[in-house]
């Protein structure tokens, strides 16, 4: 896998075990995903599923109960995991982000402490973080901490979240907040009001705050808090979002055909007129999963370029410079453009394979379309193409917000 190093085969090893347990996590969940999207309920189990298969700190050092993966390396696994489940991949790959901030916007201290947490306590993280949606979250001084108001439309999994990541503006400048909220945390109220067609067990309704008492030591860095500008280095969070997305899409395609596959051979008809007698030697529906397959393969391997192309960022450390940030952040925006036009794609030509039976609602196969088609609407697409062409053409650099 082209996240791995040649010198590393130990850690090659650790991956290869920790995707096989994926794998199996992937396979549970694909048994009662349709079910369970119908159901919509809060995903604590299925939290609770990846919590003891310790999928949750794949990240952290060895040394503090972690496997010791890297960013990319953990985006397979929120690849694997989106096979099963979109919503809980969707869930997983905004953990894997939100647990990176630390160590992009904290003092070595508070990412080193968050670390041991997540290694030792298998942390789930939520986060209130999509820039859009409600009014602003302000951060206001009050003695030696501060106070947080505001609200949020979305908040994935903010409610069943042990830590949360927030980000708040104080005094005009962005900053990020590291909150424990296990048992509760006061002036936070979870809506309870997410009911879409798609991500169903995301956990991503609105939340609203008032006054809530917030700690100096959990506003990472140090002060003057959100004083400077952000580095190139720092801006390196939102393409840890994007590459989340990217994998979670290619994923819910590989899934989506798996059972179109095991679907049609088991129940699908060939055509009247295609002269064959089994569905799976229809000379159309080979096309259709040839075409599919192709695809589908070539968003992966793009997915895997931009994998690396954020590690090797990231290797430069605080001195990356910002063509070096804009060259990483281009090489993820061209996996999700691709990634999003393949996987709607496929999703949507599932049945083309299978046939009209497989339109039975008992078996949830339009799910994969609606995860899909809720989640890369989250940020246009098209935005994704113009900025990779305005680069390629003008040299334009990526203006970093949230989500560039």
Do not use: C
């Not at 497989?358 to 900025?387: C, I, M, Q």
């Amino acid at each position: 896998m082209s996240v791995i190093t040649a010198n590393a085969p130990a850690v090659a090893e650790v991956l290869a075990r920790v995707l096989a347990t994926a794998d199996r996590v992937a396979d549970e969940l694909r048994q009662t995903a349709a079910a369970r999207d119908k159901a919509n309920a809060a995903p604590r189990a299925e939290i609770e599923l990846l919590r003891r298969n310790d999928l949750l700190q794949v990240q952290e050092p060895v040394e503090y109960g972690g496997s010791g993966l890297s960013y990319p390396q953990a985006s397979q696994v929120t690849r694997r995991i989106a096979r099963g489940d979109t919503s809980i991949a969707h869930l997983l790959g905004y953990h894997f982000a939100q647990t990176r901030i630390a160590s992009l916007f904290g003092t070595p201290e508070q990412a080193d402490e968050l670390s041991r947490r997540n290694g030792s306590e298998k942390l789930f993280w939520g986060g209130i973080q999509n820039p859009r949606g409600g009014s602003d979250l302000v951060l206001t001084r009050d003695g030696d901490g501060f106070r947080l108001n505001g609200s949020r439309t979305f908040a994935s999994g903010a409610s069943t979240g042990d830590q949360l990541s927030v980000t708040a503006s104080l005094d005009g400048s962005l900053v990020f907040l590291s909150l424990d909220v296990r048992g509760g945390r006061q002036g936070f109220t979870f809506l309870d009001d997410w009911d879409n067609i798609g991500q169903r067990l995301t956990d991503s309704g609105g939340v609203r705050i008032v006054d809530a008492r917030i700690e100096h030591q959990e506003v990472l860095g140090e002060e003057p808090f959100g004083s400077a500008d952000l580095t190139p280095y720092q801006t390196l969070v939102t393409p840890h979002w994007q590459l989340a997305f990217v994998n979670f899409y290619v994923g819910t395609a590989e899934g989506a055909l798996t059972e179109a596959f095991d679907w049609t051979r088991a129940y699908a008809s060939p055509w009247e007129s295609s002269g064959v007698e089994r569905a799976t030697d229809d000379p159309y529906i080979l096309q259709t999963v040839g075409e599919l397959v192709s695809e589908v393969r070539a968003a992966a391997l793009l997915a895997d370029r931009a994998g690396d192309a954020l590690q090797a960022a990231l290797d430069i450390g605080p001195s990356l410079t910002e063509d070096q940030r804009a060259e990483a952040a281009i090489a993820i925006y061209e996996a999700k453009y691709l990634s999003t036009k393949v996987a709607l794609d496929t999703a949507s030509r599932l049945f083309e394979i299978q046939g009209a039976r497989a339109t039975t609602s008992k078996y949830g196969f339009d799910r994969h379309w609606r995860n899909l088609r809720t989640h890369t609407v989250h940020d246009p697409v098209a935005y994704k193409a113009k900025e990779v062409g305005d680069w390629v053409l003008n040299a334009q650099r990526p203006e970093f917000s949230l989500y560039r």
